[in-house]
């Protein structure tokens, strides 16, 4: 393989570094910049792999690394001075998605029955990244060597990927825009043999106008899957049920009464969640996850339905989901001072984030609940996503709205008693600090990183 000269323009992002790091790993000289610092656990990889990041922007940093390809992350923007350069220079430029199905999925590692790569791609609006990261570890626990790319660190294998040798790659799908010259969603470029719909909620309010203009995203996406592959697609998901019916992929089901796969008496614990699943009516028994909440388990049941379908056994499928540590910033405890749990959790939108918060009620059922939400997403700014995200946060016993200043719409309706809005991380800490008491269970929420509260927060417990 002829090494070439990498150069990632907006590189902190968790897709971008990650796929940094899969082609540094393949003998690729890499280098990225970003607007501003990056933060572990993605600054750790990349430093790790002595990847170059510059920072800010300037047309220097390409005049200085000269790439043979430049990957522009789909938040990438005209204006920005790097992509003027690129394109007043005429350098050749290319989207992650397009980057990834070449050195990824058609000219990964070899695989050691000599046949082409078979991707599994993981979508849905909600869960994405937890079921990914779940299904990648059941195929390495299996021993079945997977290529994994995920958008999240999976804490099993301390790592957003893995370049494995086998014939499967587990992979992330995205239904966000591919780049500012590509408005289709990133998941059509990875030409899935097993094709997962964990579920469709109206999301990404800057790109898809309507529930309608998603559900067609995510069929062109099932169109895209083989004779000879799968659809699994979660019965429960209404949306995800009109997508099944305008596609004649094969197709498995899962959810608690309809389809192949169902779950039956599902028990929370602050220890995890156990389940019972059948398969076409047969028992395969309890299943036990440390996991937390109702969504994980139908994230658990995507993946053994596909860890069924190519065959892996039920008893090594129970050791796997019971042996997985889950996602970083997924439900992730941080730790405890003075008899107040911290967690840290990836949020932004109020139907996964609503979730997450009925999953932590019972899983520390009678302790009071504290959200501190980030409205960091463009789309959880947005006008429309203001009572959603305030029906979301009263699952919570109290709850805390950060950085509302570029809109006024909080101002303008009934908060509710329990919640708070704070214009800066200092004034949040200060209430923080008066109002939290021992047994409460404070829960960080946000898409980005939230001023740095998850190291400044310690200071007023």
């Known amino acids: 393989m002829k090494s070439k000269k990498y150069y990632f323009l907006g590189i902190g992002g968790i897709a971008m570094g990650t796929l940094a790091g899969m082609l540094k790993d393949k003998g690729h000289v890499v280098a990225g910049s970003d ?42 923007k005209r204006g920005n001075p790097e992509l003027e350069y690129i394109i007043s ?15 990824i999925i058609e000219n990964g590692p070899s695989t050691s029955l000599g ?26 626990y299996a021993g079945l060597d997977p290529i994994i790319f995920c958008g999240g660190f999976i804490r099993n294998i301390n790592s957003s990927f893995k370049l494995g040798n086998g ?31 964990n579920n469709i909620d109206h999301d990404h309010l800057d790109v898809y106008k309507n529930i309608s203009e998603t559900k067609l995203a995510f069929t062109r996406f099932a169109n895209l899957i083989p004779n000879s592959g799968l659809l699994i697609i979660n019965a429960e998901n209404k949306h995800a049920i009109d997508v099944s019916d305008e596609t004649s992929a094969n197709k498995k089901y899962y959810g608690s009464k309809h389809g192949d796969l169902n779950v039956k008496n599902i028990s929370f614990g602050q220890d995890g969640t156990s389940f019972d699943v059948f398969h076409m009516k047969h028992s395969l028994g309890r299943f036990h996850m440390k996991l937390i909440g109702k969504f994980n388990v139908y ?53 996964a984030s609503r979730e997450t918060l009925k999953g932590l009620r019972r899983t520390f059922h009678g302790k009071r609940l504290i959200a501190l ?71 960080i929420m946000s898409s980005k990183g939230f001023g740095g509260l998850k190291d400044k927060i310690w200071e007023v417990l």
């Open 35 to 76: 607007k501003s610092e990056i933060y572990p656990p993605m600054s750790d990889m990349l430093k790790q792999r002595k990847i170059k990041v510059f920072s800010p922007y300037n047309k220097f940093h390409l005049k200085q690394f000269k790439p043979d390809i430049v990957v522009v992350g789909n938040t990438i």
């Open 89 to 103: 220079n005429g350098l050749v430029y290319r989207s992650l998605p397009d980057v990834l199905k070449e050195e």
């Open 115 to 140: 046949v082409n790569k078979l991707p599994i791609v993981i979508t849905g609006t909600h869960g994405k990244t937890t079921t990914t990261a779940l299904i990648g570890w059941i195929l390495e």
């Open 167 to 197: 014939k499967y790659v587990v992979i992330e799908g995205d239904e966000y825009t591919t780049a500012f010259w590509d408005k289709n969603p990133k998941f059509l470029h990875y030409r899935p043999y097993i094709g997962i719909v």
């Open 299 to 351: 994230n658990a049941l995507a993946a053994i339905s596909t860890a069924i379908y190519i065959k892996i056994p039920i008893s090594k499928i129970k050791e796997a989901i019971a042996s997985f540590e889950g996602v970083s910033r997924r439900a992730e405890i941080l730790g405890e001072k003075n008899g107040k749990t911290v967690i840290n959790d990836f949020a932004h939108h109020p139907t």
């Open 373 to 443: 939400f980030e409205l960091a997403s463009s789309s959880s700014r947005m006008s429309i996503m203001v009572k959603p995200i305030i029906n979301a946060l009263k699952t919570a016993d109290l709850a805390f709205i950060y950085n509302p200043e570029n809109y006024k719409s909080f101002t303008k309706v009934k908060l509710g008693l329990n919640i708070r809005v704070s214009q800066t991380i200092e004034q949040l800490l200060f209430h923080l600090k008066h109002q939290s008491r021992p047994g409460d269970v404070i829960v």
